[in-house]
Structure formats: C-alpha cells, structure tokens
C-alpha cells in the first residue's frame, strides 16, 4: 500500500527556518500532485501547498505565500516544504498527502511543528 | 475561498443507528467537467485522516458500503447506515473544485 512518511518536524523559535520532509513509497511518486495540509492543536484542517507532478506548478495559501516553499526530488521520491520566518500560528501538525483527481486519497501519519520562544 | 459548512458538530448516535452528516458550500462545486469535487474523510482519534468518498458518491477502495455520498451544486450529505464502533472520529467534507482546497469545520461522531 501507499506509504508517506513525514520527518523534520520539532521546537523552534518564532522568525526561525524548519523543512519538512515527506518520504513517499509504493507508488510512482513522479505521476501524482502532491500537497501538504496542516491542523493546529484541537482544531481542523486546513490546506497548506500543492505541486504539480513535475514540480512545475507550486500554490500557497495566503498566509504562507512567501515564506513557506513546496518542492519536490521525483528521483528521490521526496516532497519537502521549506518554512522561513516561522510564526507561533503555525504550530501545528503537518501532513503530506497524494492528490488525485480532486481528492487527497493517501495521508502521511503527520510530524509536529511547535514554534514558541 | 470556498466557505464550507458543516452540520451538525457533534453528533451523538447507538451502535447500529443510521446518521447523516450535511455540507453546505458558499458556491456551487459542479466543475466545468460535470464533476463535483466534494470529499468525505474521517479522523480517528490519534490518527491522520483518511478518505472515504470522493467526487460526492463514490466509495474510496476498502471502504465499507454502509458509508454513501450525495448531493448536488452547494449541499451534500453523508450517510453512515448502520454505525459501528470503527466509525468514531471526526468527519470533514472537503472541496476541491475551486482553489484554494478548502474543509468543513468537522463533525465528531461520538458515542451515545
């Protein structure tokens, strides 16, 4: 079955950088979109970057346009997300997830970001 | 951004009891294509979500029949017939059709 597996997530202070990491496996990463969506502590869920297959389309949602940077490493099978300029309502939990066809079918199991002096 | 609506937050139901969860959006998500990207995915406690329904009606693989999708343009439902204990958790609809991808504020499906 898919497996997406996220890493780098941890504690750090407002204004500082973090990447995230998505390891993707058992599926040809090169063929599908990818996204990541975040959730903060007791609350929903809430679309964060989607890049096209090749890495040639990147989106954001309006509060990360500028600081965050999705991309991708298809000869690795590895989607990132580079987070500059880090504020405490970013904390959250994040997920990578394959889109396909309108839907996010297949859901990593999530790394923690925690921004906080 | 596409509002989404979701009804009732918490819903309380028996093991073998029949619940609709509603979704209502602030613009129609019937596609250019005919299609409608209006999703259904549940989160168990402690775990990520998972997709049961995509494009309104249709059943993600492994999913069992007793979850259905339906709906049209701004209002769609859920329907679990039958509700074991697996199904507790969160249930978001999501969208799809227009950008940015947006979710419903979930509904929590707990036991009575």
């Known amino acids: 079955e898919v497996q997406l597996v996220e890493s780098g997530g941890g504690l750090v202070q407002p204004g500082r950088s973090l990447k995230l990491s998505c390891a993707a496996s058992?599926?040809?990463?090169?063929?599908?979109?990818m996204a990541w969506v975040r959730q903060a502590p007791k609350k929903g869920l809430e679309w964060v970057a989607t890049i096209s297959y090749d890495g040639s389309n990147t989106y954001y949602r309006d509060s990360v346009k500028g600081r965050f940077t999705i991309s991708r490493d298809n000869a690795k099978s590895i989607l990132y997300l580079q987070m500059d300029s880090l504020r405490s309502e970013d904390t959250a939990t994040y997920y990578c997830a394959r889109h396909q066809l309108g839907a996010l079918d297949y859901w990593g199991q999530g790394v923690m970001v925690t921004v906080s002096s | 951004d596409v509002v989404v609506t979701q009804t009732p937050p918490t819903l309380s139901a028996t093991i073998g009891q029949s619940v609709s969860i509603s979704c209502r959006s602030s613009?129609?998500?019937?596609?250019?294509?005919?299609?409608?990207?209006l999703n259904w995915l549940l989160q168990r406690p402690g775990q990520s979500p998972q997709l049961l329904i995509y494009?309104?009606?249709n059943l993600e693989s492994g999913v069992p029949n007793r979850f259905s999708g339906s709906g049209s343009e701004t209002d769609f439902t859920l329907k679990i017939s039958g509700v074991e204990a697996e199904d507790l958790g969160v249930y978001y609809c999501m969208q799809a059709t227009h950008a940015p991808l947006t979710f419903g504020g979930g509904t929590k499906v707990e036991l009575k």
């Open positions: 494009s309104v009606s």
């Open positions: 613009q129609s998500l019937l596609d250019g294509d005919g299609d409608s990207y």
């Open positions: 058992r599926f040809t990463f090169s063929d599908y979109n």
